[in-house]
Nanobody
């Protein structure tokens, strides 16, 4: 079974920076696209950023030019570097990965446990 474990959340002032990490472990054969989502109280889940196996990235308009998604394939880890943070960025952030496990030729989606990011003065 595959597990995604997130870390790096916390409290930061507006204009500050934070780096989130998400590490995958388990019987992994390969990992496809990584994605970061966020969900704030009373709001629906929002796709924040994605990175494909080839390294192509996509961002929500609300975070473009402020957030950067990257990955370390050797560590099965994805990162979300967040800068110029705004109160509107306050949310629980979830990582997601498309993973092929060693006992299967099919792929499925896995989710991290979520990490709280609070932007407040």
């Amino acid at each position: 079974q595959v597990q995604l474990v997130e870390s790096g959340g916390g409290l930061v002032q507006p204009g500050g920076s934070l780096r989130l990490s998400c590490a995958a472990s388990g019987t992994i054969s390969s990992i496809g696209t990584w994605r970061w989502y966020r969900q704030a109280p009373g709001k629906e889940r929002e796709l924040v950023a994605a990175i494909t196996p080839g390294g192509s990235t996509n961002y929500a308009d609300s975070v473009k030019d402020r957030f950067t998604i990257s990955r370390d394939n050797a560590r099965n880890t994805v990162y979300l570097e967040m800068t110029s943070l705004k109160p509107e960025d306050t949310s629980v952030y979830y990582c997601n990965a498309i993973v092929r496990i060693t006992v299967s030729t099919t792929e499925r989606s896995y989710w991290g446990q979520g990490t709280q990011v609070t932007v407040s003065s």
